[in-house]
């Protein structure tokens, strides 16, 4: 088999590929008083990983279609990057 048939070659048909469509969350549907509590501690934790590493501004999304602001993991994920975050004060400067 050369190069040639090699890009001539045809795929092997097979079944169609649907897509995956995430679970849509209703606009101004409430969350339960769980949800709320745990969103509370997540923002709680990214306030004080903020005050930490001084940010002053990040920009984030989520792949999902419920926006990061509502998701408790998303907005600790936020908290645990910026914890890892270097302050510049403690850095070096040679």
């Known amino acids: 088999m050369g190069l040639r048939s090699l890009f ?3 795929g ?3 079944a169609p590929i649907t897509p995956v469509v995430a679970a849509e969350r209703v606009p101004g549907a409430p969350m339960s008083p769980e949800l ?3 969103l ?6 990214l306030t004080e990983a903020a005050k ?8 984030a999304c989520t792949r999902t ?6 998701d ?3 907005v600790r994920a936020i908290a645990a990057t910026l914890r890892e975050f270097p302050d510049t004060d403690s850095q070096q400067t040679t």
């Open 8 to 10: 001539r070659r045809r």
């Open 12 to 14: 092997a048909t097979a």
């Open 36 to 38: 709320q509590a745990e």
């Open 40 to 45: 509370r501690e997540a923002w709680a934790e």
């Open 52 to 59: 930490a590493s001084k940010v002053t501004n990040f920009h």
């Open 65 to 70: 279609a419920r926006h990061w602001t509502e």
């Open 72 to 74: 408790p993991a998303a």
